[in-house]
Nanobody, 126 residues
Framework: VQLQASGGGLVQAGGSLRLSCAASGRTFSRSAMGWFRQAPGNEREFVAG????????LYASSVKGRFTLSRDNSKNTVYLQMNRLKPEDTAVYFC????????????????????WGQGTQVTVSS
């Protein structure tokens, strides 16, 4: 099983980026999927998560209203559309997947994910 994250880059504050996370090796259509990020000197933090079969989504308060998580089961891919980016969004972004559906509150817990992508750098300049 592999998760391949892509779409990061350098953008000015107020701009947009769309991250992609393509899964291979198994189907994740009913699996919990999440995005986390880690800035230099900081711990990895939750950004957004999808619990699985019901597609219920939870967002961190810092990104709610600006970021949108979506899934395309036909492509076994999840996306993170990031709008109105801020310098404090600068971090390495990681996608993660669980084997199964989990309760919505658990999507924030990094330990609940068995598979992780390699990370993609997002840099927002002021």
């Amino acid at each position: 099983v592999q998760l391949q994250a892509s779409g990061g880059g350098l953008v000015q504050a107020g701009g947009s980026l769309r991250l992609s996370c393509a899964a291979s090796g198994r189907t994740f259509s009913r699996s919990a999927m999440g995005w986390f990020r880690q800035a230099p000197g900081n711990e990895r933090e939750f950004v957004a998560g999808l619990r699985g079969s019901s597609n219920m989504i939870l967002y961190a308060s810092s990104v709610k209203g600006r970021f949108t998580l979506s899934r395309d089961n036909s492509k076994n891919t999840v996306y993170l559309q990031m709008n109105r980016l801020k310098p404090e969004d600068t971090a390495v972004y990681f996608c993660a997947a669980n084997q199964n559906t989990i309760i919505l509150s658990a999507v924030t817990d990094a330990t609940r994910y068995a598979y992780w992508g390699q990370g993609t750098q997002v840099t927002v300049s002021s």
